[in-house]
């Protein structure tokens, strides 16, 4: 079975979701948003969500695709 079409596009959803509500928090000073803890907790939480996504999405078709993993950051290029 291959790549997941649905989930990319579902993941990516994910990502322009949580993109979305961080250019929200983008527009407040950066002093406030620091000072409330709620804000800087939501703030955390939707970039841990896009990173997730993006994880997911590059092990998803890494697996699917049967690319293996590189031994090291330098065989990475190599390995694409």
């Given at each position: 079975?291959?790549?997941?079409?649905?989930?990319?596009?579902?993941?990516?959803?994910?990502?322009?979701?949580?993109?979305?509500?961080?250019?929200?928090?983008?527009?407040?000073?950066?002093?406030?948003?620091?000072?409330?803890?709620?804000?800087?907790?939501?703030?955390?939480?939707?970039?841990?969500?896009?990173?997730?996504?993006?994880?997911?999405?590059?092990?998803?078709?890494?697996?699917?695709?049967?690319?293996g993993v590189p031994e090291s950051y330098k065989n990475f290029r190599q390995?694409?």
């Amino acid at each position: 079975m291959g790549v997941d079409k649905e989930r990319i596009v579902s993941l990516i959803g994910e990502i322009e979701k949580s993109l979305s509500v961080l250019k929200e928090y983008g527009q407040k000073e950066k002093e406030l948003l620091v000072a409330d803890l709620k804000s800087l907790g939501s703030v955390k939480y939707y970039l841990m969500v896009a990173v997730e996504a993006c994880i997911d999405i590059s092990n998803h078709i890494i697996a699917k695709e049967h690319i293996g993993v590189p031994e090291s950051y330098k065989n990475f290029r190599q390995k694409t």
